[in-house]
């Protein structure tokens, strides 16, 4: 089976920089991704980690470490409009298997 | 707008009842995911298609079904519904079926009374 764990909400302040962390357990692994979604919306992708290190799109950049089955999320430049909740997910290795959600982290960005 | 189609938004229905919902990829995807968000829980995953058949399956209840058409549009019914079932459910869809991103419909809430 598959569990992800990441922290239930965090808090930052607008212009900082926030880092959401998630770790997982699976039999077999492709990637890691990252999705935003705020209230009442769609999930929206924004991330996937193949392989270890850092990928850095605009102001977001996502991490992952195979070895410690563990990535990260950094948000940096804090904007209100980051106010959502972020989930990571991984798909099983094998081809077909399920992608498994995190529970999500609902970040609030404050003034 | 991600190119995914679900209707109908909102769907009031009573205990016992059985609805149906409907997901239209977007275009040139082959893949349909369903996943079922219960308020403040994760994403969880029902079922995927990826072209008319059927290649993942979640915990997916019993009382729920889902197919995928030749036109691969989806459609996920639900039946015997409880009032646990109360729930929004959102339909994705990837080109490949074995692919990271997913783009998400904006979802059916549904409310069993």
């Known amino acids: 089976g598959q569990s992800l764990e990441q922290p239930s909400e965090v808090t930052a302040v607008e212009g900082a920089i926030v880092q959401i962390n998630c770790t997982y357990q699976t039999s077999g692994f492709y990637g890691l991704s990252w999705y935003q979604q705020h209230d009442g919306g769609a999930p929206t992708f924004l991330s996937y980690n193949g392989l270890d290190g850092l990928e850095e799109t605009g102001r977001f950049s996502s991490f992952l470490s195979r070895s410690d089955s563990y990535g990260y999320l950094l948000l940096q430049e804090l904007q209100m409009k980051d106010s959502a909740s972020y989930f990571c997910?991984?798909?099983?290795?094998?081809?077909?298997?399920?992608?498994?959600f995190g529970i999500g982290t609902k970040l609030q960005v404050i003034p | 707008d991600s190119g995914v189609t679900q209707t109908p938004k909102h769907l009031i229905t009573a205990t016992g009842q059985r609805v149906t919902l409907r997901c239209s990829p977007r275009?040139?995807?082959?893949?349909v995911y369903w996943y079922q968000q219960s308020l403040d829980q994760g994403l969880q995953f029902l079922i995927q298609y990826y072209n008319g058949e059927e290649r993942a399956k979640g915990n997916i209840l019993e009382r729920f079904s889902a197919q995928q058409f030749p036109d691969l549009h989806s459609e996920l019914n639900l039946s015997s519904l409880e009032l646990g079932d109360s729930a929004l459910y959102f339909c994705?869809?990837?080109?490949?079926?074995?692919?990271?991103?997913?783009?998400f419909g904006s979802g059916t809430q549904l409310s069993v009374l």
């Open positions: 997910a991984v798909r099983g290795y094998g081809g077909y298997q399920k992608v498994t």
């Open positions: 994705a869809s990837s080109v490949e079926g074995v692919n990271e991103k997913l783009f």
């Open positions: 275009s040139g995807d082959l893949s």
